[in-house]
């Protein structure tokens, strides 16, 4: 039973694993499994384990139960206009039927859902007449059912009215917002900087200082006195190379700066330099790349443990990092093509990443991507990426 | 196995679709592992399932540096060094049984009756003590090493599981639980919410109450967005005050912002931005 449902949802790309798979058959054969709504819950709840994935689910449950189209960003949106129109529908159908060229008489005697569909369809034909559509009224918007009274005593499932179809919740897609596709922004700090934290070695905490006790013991002419040290927290130092050149990289150069700067505790040493599109002979310590140079060369001093963390669209013209004399400004001259600066500070630091904000089904159409990649492991400028990076840093 | 369904308890209000989920996993006795943003009510609901299903609750409220064994118990050592020493207790010094106390979850497993076991908080431990817990909580039973002695669940706990963080668990402990994330809640809900918390409230307060509050949790790059604490706290601080008309919230005349942000950078956004909207 549902075999389909539990490929299709593992073809998705939601992580489902057999033994969650007979949880659900057990649910099933119990009885505790009435409805599709039930459903629905029940085997959300068995099946999936990160609200990440509950977007997918809630897609792939449309699809199969309903029929729904799967990933298609266009369908969905005419789901939404649909639904958007229906509401109008609800409180002013002579209007929407005015706009549609129908009758309204006729119109009433469809279902809702299959006013939907007849949308739908109107929608797809007549693409213009979308003014209304991104006014999108509240979900629960329809809800007749008179649920506000409280009993002051007990309570109140039979409170809360769901008069919408599992099916119909799932095309909701009220988990949109937990996906964690999309690139960096503001709003998922807290979550970023979640993954940041286990940027930081932990070994055992307390531990007996056997000398010590003895000597303490001694000293107390057999009293027994326990020590207890702190293990000393061996802490990172990290070098945080942002390219802040080019516009394309601005939205994300306040975010990745705020975010390590509020990690900076954590770290023995958080360096934060500059760069444009490519790093040649030289890093900057100020935004404006012009008042603190620091030559690469410098950097072999450094601890070879230091984490170096790169920020960049890494997309330029490829001359720019391929030609002894690439950079774009005029002044810079190092004789080194930047690609073997690059390199240089890759042997040097042996922990090292390149977070990119572009998306990654778009690197491969950027040449410059493709050559610094091979040169440092790049990952998406994304939650998911972010959380691959620190992996990364933290491996021997 | 329980033929008790969970509906609901006096100060918590729940929505069908987590009833749903609750009484799944109790049925199949799997721990729940519940997620989402601070304030949408994951630690009362051990508290409302407790006390609906007239349970014992013991919590056990996870810290950063928390190693597994001292949730299953403890092996007294420095008392039973003094007692060596002083022989002043009554205690049978070569037992060391006598020395052995239960963390919460031995407690869990020894209790007569079956209990409910929240564990809060489990994301601030390290994925180490997750993994152990696993096993522990999938045999029902755990060794205590000094006495080489078996500790076997009497009763099968019920188990709620609450994490904070968006932070994923590891696969094999997620494999074990069922999962659900408690979105939150949205005006509908708050206003029920509301109506258990103060039964006897005017109804204009707790409209223009929810209005502001939700405008308010719209402003951008707020650190700690006010919950359903904040809020039930506000209002509490508004009814108090005597002079407070609720039709000054319609006007975004909101006092005590103080009660709602409590990051003092959160708090002169907020303010500055009331200023703002009051202009216009």
């Given at each position: 039973?549902?075999?389909?449902?539990?490929?299709?949802?593992?073809?998705?790309?939601?992580?489902?694993?057999?033994?969650?798979?007979?949880?659900?058959?057990?649910?099933?054969?119990?009885?505790?499994?009435?409805?599709?709504?039930?459903?629905?819950?029940?085997?959300?709840?068995?099946?999936?384990?990160?609200?990440?994935?509950?977007?997918?689910?809630?897609?792939?449950?449309?699809?199969?139960?309903?029929?729904?189209?799967?990933?298609?960003?266009?369908?969905?949106?005419?789901?939404?206009?649909?639904?958007?129109?229906?509401?109008?529908?609800?409180?002013?159908?002579?209007?929407?039927?005015?706009?549609?060229?129908?009758?309204?008489?006729?119109?009433?005697?469809?279902?809702?859902?299959?006013?939907?569909?007849?949308?739908?369809?109107?929608?797809?034909?007549?693409?213009?007449?979308?003014?209304?559509?991104?006014?999108?009224?509240?979900?629960?918007?329809?809800?007749?059912?008179?649920?506000?009274?409280?009993?002051?005593?007990?309570?109140?499932?039979?409170?809360?009215?769901?008069?919408?179809?599992?099916?119909?919740?799932?095309?909701?897609?009220?988990?949109?917002?937990?996906?964690?596709?999309?690139?960096?922004?503001?709003?998922?700090?807290?979550?970023?900087?979640?993954?940041?934290?286990?940027?930081?070695?932990?070994?055992?905490?307390?531990?007996?200082?056997?000398?010590?006790?003895?000597?303490?013991?001694?000293?107390?002419?057999?009293?027994?006195?326990?020590?207890?040290?702190?293990?000393?927290?061996?802490?990172?130092?990290?070098?945080?190379?942002?390219?802040?050149?080019?516009?394309?990289?601005?939205?994300?150069?306040?975010?990745?700066?705020?975010?390590?700067?509020?990690?900076?505790?954590?770290?023995?040493?958080?360096?934060?330099?500059?760069?444009?599109?490519?790093?040649?002979?030289?890093?900057?310590?100020d935004p404006a790349r012009y008042r603190k140079p620091r030559p690469i060369q410098e950097f072999v001093r450094q601890d070879p443990d230091t984490r170096l963390i790169l920020v960049?669209?890494?997309?330029?013209?490829?001359?720019?990092?391929?030609?002894?004399?690439?950079?774009?400004?005029?002044?810079?001259?190092?004789?080194?093509?930047?690609?073997?600066?690059?390199?240089?500070?890759?042997?040097?630091?042996?922990?090292?990443?390149?977070?990119?904000?572009?998306?990654?089904?778009?690197?491969?159409?950027?040449?410059?991507?493709?050559?610094?990649?091979?040169?440092?492991?790049?990952?998406?400028?994304?939650?998911?990426?972010?959380?691959?990076?620190?992996?990364?840093?933290?491996?021997? | 196995m329980t033929t008790n369904n969970f509906t609901g308890a006096s100060h918590y209000v729940l929505d069908a679709e987590l009833a749903q989920i609750v009484n799944v996993s109790m049925a199949l006795e799997m721990p729940l592992l519940l997620k989402g943003e601070p304030g949408t009510g994951k630690t009362m609901l051990g508290h409302a399932i407790a006390e609906s299903l007239k349970m014992p609750l013991i919590v056990l409220n996870v810290k950063s540096s928390m190693k597994l064994v001292e949730a299953l118990y403890q092996y007294d050592t420095l008392t039973r060094l003094n007692d060596s020493r002083f022989g002043d207790s009554n205690r049978d010094v070569s037992d060391i049984e006598a020395y052995i106390r239960m963390g919460k979850i031995g407690q869990a497993f020894i209790a007569e009756n079956r209990c409910l076991l929240l564990i809060d908080e489990i994301d601030k431990a390290d994925t180490d003590f997750q993994d152990d817990m696993l096993d522990v909580l999938d045999q029902m039973s755990f060794d205590i090493m000094e006495i080489d002695k078996?500790?076997?669940?009497?009763?099968?706990?019920?188990?709620?599981?609450?994490?904070?963080?968006?932070?994923?668990?590891?696969?094999?402990?997620l494999g074990r639980c069922n999962f659900h994330h408690i979105a939150f809640p949205d005006p509908k809900m708050m206003r029920k919410i509301l109506g258990v918390h103060f039964p006897d409230i005017s109804d204009t307060l707790v409209e223009n109450a929810i209005a502001a509050f939700y405008r308010l949790r719209q402003i951008d790059g707020l650190e700690k967005r006010p919950a359903t604490r904040e809020l039930i706290n506000w209002i509490r601080a508004l009814q108090s005050d005597a002079d407070f008309n609720p039709k000054q919230l319609v006007k975004n005349d909101l006092p005590f912002l103080g009660v709602l942000f409590k990051k003092s950078r959160d708090y002169q956004t907020a303010v500055e931005q009331v200023r703002r909207r009051v202009k216009y």
């Open positions: 039973m549902f075999i389909d449902f539990f490929y299709k949802l593992k073809d998705q790309g939601v992580p489902v694993t057999p033994t969650a798979f007979l949880t659900l058959h057990k649910a099933l054969s119990r009885g505790l499994i009435q409805s599709l709504d039930d459903f629905y819950t029940a085997s959300r709840s068995i099946l999936v384990k990160s609200e990440r994935y509950f977007d997918l689910y809630d897609q792939v449950f449309a699809h199969h139960f309903e029929g729904a189209e799967l990933t298609d960003a266009m369908g969905l949106e005419l789901d939404e206009l649909a639904r958007a129109l229906l509401e109008q529908w609800l409180q002013d159908p002579k209007t929407i039927a005015d706009a549609l060229g129908m009758d309204a008489a006729e119109l009433q005697k469809l279902t809702p859902d299959e006013l939907i569909e007849y949308f739908k369809e109107r929608l797809k034909e007549q693409t213009e007449r979308h003014d209304g559509g991104n006014r999108w009224i509240g979900t629960g918007g329809t809800s007749p059912v008179g649920h506000s009274g409280h009993h002051p005593g007990g309570m109140r499932v039979g409170g809360m009215s769901r008069n919408k179809s599992a099916v119909k919740v799932a095309m909701e897609r009220r988990y949109k917002d937990y996906s964690l596709q999309g690139p960096l922004t503001r709003a998922m700090m807290g979550e970023a900087l979640k993954r940041l934290r286990h940027l930081r070695p932990s070994g055992p905490r307390d531990q007996i200082n056997i000398d010590k006790t003895i000597y303490q013991t001694m000293k107390n002419a057999g009293e027994i006195e326990i020590v207890f040290d702190r293990s000393l927290k061996d802490r990172l130092k990290v070098i945080l190379a942002i390219d802040n050149g080019g516009w394309s990289m601005d939205p994300y150069i306040p975010v990745v700066q705020t975010l390590f700067d509020y990690t900076r505790a954590q770290f023995k040493a958080l360096t934060t330099l500059f760069f444009h599109n490519t790093i040649y002979d030289t890093l900057w310590g960049g669209d890494a997309s330029m013209a490829p001359y720019e990092l391929m030609a002894q004399d690439g950079s774009i400004h005029i002044a810079v001259r190092s004789g080194m093509p930047s690609i073997e600066c690059l390199k240089f500070l890759a042997q040097t630091f042996k922990h090292c990443v390149w977070l990119n904000p572009t998306p990654r089904y778009q690197w491969d159409y950027t040449r410059t991507i493709g050559l610094i990649a091979q040169i440092f492991p790049m990952f998406e400028l994304t939650i998911d990426g972010l959380e691959k990076a620190i992996a990364h840093l933290m491996s021997k | 078996t500790v076997k669940a009497l009763q099968r706990p019920v188990i709620i599981i609450t994490s904070n963080a968006k932070k994923d668990l590891s696969d094999p402990f």
